[in-house]
């Protein structure tokens, strides 16, 4: 009998096969080398803020050019916090302002333009008026009622550092651009590569409208870092201006750590603004807002109590919820949770890979 020959469309179907397996062997190579991680949180959390932190730890330092695309977006915060302390000193009952002269300063800011572009500068006049009114002691009660409206936790940094952020030659540095507010309204994706790793962190909206946008994201997570403010146990959403922002996240949390795309996915957990937190503390009651708790009125009970009542939402009890407190504008304390976090994920991708 004769030998059987491949017709050239069984030899080019065979080549493709091969080229086709080698490609896949090399994708699967590379996923492997993949560590896909998503920061989590409700709104005004921190997550941005903990992006910015992974780029200057893992030395991306912010560029001449991106240092001044956050220079609108600093001084819009800065009016922004004007404007609304001089909104709430008209709202809120028992208020005043401690100098007239202040309250007639305070028109030129309300009627000045609430954001800057490139090239342009804040009057002398309302740089002045800023000055005022962050020196007036009836200014300063309304900013110690706060949790009673809305406005970003850099406020007080801003108002301090007003004639340096308004300085004609002025170029934002680390400390402004990581407290830089500015709402995420979109996906983005940045990756490092750690130890031989690339981890692939998706920063996603936590307001409301956003978390619908989530779910795309949900497949073959590897690790998920979820932001909860501990500060803002007596602050109310941005949303509706009614729910505690805590129960917020304890809710949020509750709904992702016992998802079931996420039952062999490792959480870690930050109670961040620990700064913040720390101060409030010390005249805040946290029984005012949640009258389950019996505690002191101090840092190391009450963060206890938080931190018990996020991980008792965990249903999937063979897996732990690693917690750390963090201060996400403090370069070095993020700098020494990150090497603690890396190592935990790591660790975790081993264990799920089966090494």
């Not at 998503?38 to 560029?63: D, R």
């Not at 406005?151 to 004639?163: F, H, K, P, R, T």
């Not at 990581?178 to 709402?183: D, F, G, I, N, T």
């Not at 996020?310 to 700098?335: C, G, P, S």
Request: net charge neutral; charged share 25%; proline share 3%.
């Amino acid at each position: 009998m004769g030998g059987c020959s491949s017709s050239p469309e069984d030899i080019e179907s065979r080549t493709r096969s091969v080229a086709i397996d080698r490609q896949l062997k090399t994708e699967a190579r590379e996923t492997e080398r993949f560590i896909k991680l998503l920061l989590l949180g409700a709104g005004e959390s921190g997550k941005s803020t903990i992006l910015k932190q992974f780029k200057l730890i893992h030395g991306v330092p912010f560029s001449d050019a991106e240092r001044m695309s956050y220079r609108p977006a600093i001084l819009g915060n800065l009016m922004s916090c004007a404007r609304t302390l001089i909104e709430a000193m008209a709202r809120l009952e028992g208020l005043q302002y401690g100098d007239v002269a202040t309250q007639l300063k305070a028109s030129s800011i309300m009627t000045a333009p609430s954001s800057y572009g490139e090239g342009e500068q804040v009057p002398p006049a309302v740089i002045d008026a800023i000055l005022a009114l962050w020196k007036d002691s009836g200014i300063q009660e309304c900013y110690r009622r706060s949790n009673e409206y809305q406005l970003i936790d850099s406020c007080q940094y801003y108002m301090e550092e007003v004639a340096r952020i308004c300085a004609i030659n002025y170029i934002p540095n680390d400390q402004d651009i990581l407290r830089a507010r500015v709402m995420t309204t979109t996906i983005t994706e940045t990756k490092f590569l750690i130890q031989g790793m690339i981890f692939r962190i998706f920063d996603v909206g936590g307001q409301r409208s956003e978390r619908k946008k989530w779910a795309p994201y949900f497949d073959d997570v590897n690790s998920i870092i979820f932001l909860a403010a501990i500060s803002a146990y007596d602050q109310k959403c941005f949303e509706d201006n009614s729910t505690n922002r805590m129960l917020e996240s304890l809710n949020l949390f509750d709904s992702i750590c016992n998802h079931p795309l996420f039952r062999k996915t490792s959480i870690i957990l930050f109670l961040n603004k620990v700064d913040l937190f720390r101060e409030k503390i010390k005249t805040v009651p946290v029984k005012k807002y949640f009258p389950q708790y019996d505690g002191p009125n101090t840092f190391e009970a009450a963060s206890e109590f938080f931190a018990h009542r996020f991980v008792a939402l965990n249903k999937m009890h063979e897996r732990k919820i690693y917690i750390h407190y963090t201060w996400a504008t403090d370069t070095n304390q993020i700098k020494t949770v990150f090497a603690t976090v890396n190592a935990i994920i790591l660790r975790e991708n081993l264990h799920a890979s089966g090494l």
